[in-house]
């Protein structure tokens, strides 16, 4: 069952990336703008997830509020670098970069939080194997260029490996349910707060619809995406659902080529095949 929902997630976020990057490209608003134009859908989950699931504000303890107060500092601070680095970089050109977060919170995990969610060390070896796997194919050796943004991405990656340490201690602490119901509502409220300071909501009505549309699309894989990803961490942990989440990684570029058409390498097929007999193993062993 796992592997059908890392499957599904990550068909989502394969979907999710050229949409969101498509309307990236459209439009100069500010980040935090473009960001909770896609978190007002988000909201609306919640609001599902209130009338499916109750609320238990009995865990709503310190150290748990502490914990989404960060995560949610942590991404106001990423989202910005984040934003710039896809409007001046290709998606394949980043690649082999983006797996580069996966390292750290693998080796921590397994290291120093092993106590949350035990693994097999065949497992963890398996993954940090498929992570370099995965950087070695969609490495540039020839042409060796380093990508303009180079040091925003490693910014970018340090943060995403905190954020992801964070997320994985406070679901520990409540669940994947409650972290998705107190999250996405604070970072929507802090977002529009910095919005309506800067008086920036009167350009909502100058941008085109294919603009909305892309967002739209975008936000509801995404927030898709992001319910199961938070499950597979509550489930398997996150050395774990790092692997899962490779089942489907070549799905990125085939959308990206179908949506903003940016074609892929022949390699990536074989990267594919070897990375996903990887994650198959390494579940087995877990």
């Given at each position: 069952m796992g592997i059908l929902w890392g499957i599904i997630g990550t068909l989502l976020g394969s979907?999710?990336?050229?949409?969101?990057?498509?309307?990236?490209?459209?439009?100069?608003?500010?980040?935090?703008?473009?960001?909770?134009?896609?978190?007002?859908?988000?909201?609306?989950?919640?609001?599902?997830?209130?009338?499916?699931?109750f609320y238990n504000i009995e865990k709503l303890t310190w150290t748990f509020v502490l914990l989404i107060c960060l995560a949610t500092v942590i991404f106001l601070i990423k989202v910005p670098i984040m934003q710039n680095i896809y409007k001046k970089e290709k998606i394949s050109a980043l690649m082999p970069?983006?797996?580069?977060?996966?390292?750290?919170?693998?080796?921590?995990?397994?290291?120093?939080?092993?106590?949350?969610?035990?693994?097999?060390?065949?497992?963890?070896?398996?993954?940090l194997i498929a992570i370099w796997v995965i950087i070695g194919f969609t490495v540039d050796w020839k042409n060796m260029v380093m990508p303009k943004s180079f040091r925003n991405i490693t910014i970018r990656q340090w943060l995403q490996s905190?954020?992801?340490?964070?997320?994985?201690?406070?679901?520990?602490?409540t669940s994947d349910k409650m972290y998705f119901m107190s999250y996405v509502p604070l970072i929507t409220i802090v977002m529009m707060l910095v919005i309506m300071k800067n008086k920036e909501l009167k350009v909502l009505s100058t941008l085109p619809k294919s603009f909305y549309k892309n967002r739209i699309a975008a936000s509801i894989t995404w927030s898709s995406w992001f319910i199961i990803w938070l499950f597979l961490i509550s489930k398997y942990g996150i050395i774990v659902s790092t692997l899962l989440s490779f089942i489907g990684m070549g799905m990125t570029m085939v959308f990206?080529?179908?949506?903003?058409?940016?074609?892929?390498?022949?390699?990536?097929?074989?990267?594919?095949v070897i990375v996903s007999s990887?994650?198959?193993?390494?579940?087995?062993?877990k």
């Open positions: 979907i999710s990336a050229p949409f969101w990057k498509k309307s990236l490209n459209m439009t100069e608003i500010s980040n935090y703008l473009f960001t909770t134009i896609g978190n007002l859908f988000n909201v609306l989950v919640v609001i599902v997830f209130l009338f499916l699931w970069y983006e797996n580069l977060n996966k390292i750290i919170t693998v080796i921590i995990s397994f290291l120093f939080l092993s106590k949350l969610n035990p693994v097999s060390s065949n497992t963890f070896y398996i993954t905190i954020h992801t340490l964070i997320v994985w201690i406070a679901i520990g602490i990206s080529f179908f949506i903003i058409w940016e074609k892929p390498a022949k390699k990536d097929i074989l990267l594919t990887l994650v198959g193993l390494g579940f087995f062993l």
